[in-house]
Nanobody, 121 residues
Framework: VQLVESGGGQVQPGESLRLSCKVS????????IGWWRQALGKEREFVAA???????TEYAASVNGRFILSRNNAENVNLQMNGLKAEDTAVYYC????????????????WGQGTQVTVST
């Protein structure tokens, strides 16, 4: 499975940004696609995840109600980020999980290269 993120950038607090994850080589609909983030000097943090068919979605408490995870076609899983805060600043990664815990980074099988999101005045 290959994943490529796009859509990062710099915005001001309160603004919105949409990240996209292009997924290819996925031949099993039981996969889960997750979004993670890593701020400078901190551990990688779970953001959100959904099963490929979209029946279940999980969000971290820190983003629940502000971020929306969706799949808009056969290839792209998007993360709509609203009401951005300075503490959302991080490199954002999408990843594919074949089996295991949705909120444990070590269980994910494939990772994208990441895209930087910076929230500042």
């Amino acid at each position: 499975v290959q994943l490529v993120e796009s859509g990062g950038g710099q915005v001001q607090p309160g603004e919105s940004l949409r990240l996209s994850c292009k997924v290819s080589g996925l031949d099993d609909s039981t996969y889960v696609i997750g979004w993670w983030r890593q701020a400078l000097g901190k551990e990688r943090e779970f953001v959100a995840a959904r099963d490929w068919n979209g029946h279940i979605t999980e969000y971290a408490a820190s983003v629940n109600g502000r971020f929306i995870l969706s799949r808009n076609n056969a290839e792209n899983v998007n993360l709509q980020m609203n009401g951005l805060k300075a503490e959302d600043t991080a490199v954002y990664y999408c990843a594919a999980l074949a089996g295991g815990s949705w909120q444990r980074a070590a269980d994910y099988d494939s990772w994208g290269q990441g895209t930087q999101v910076t929230v500042s005045t």
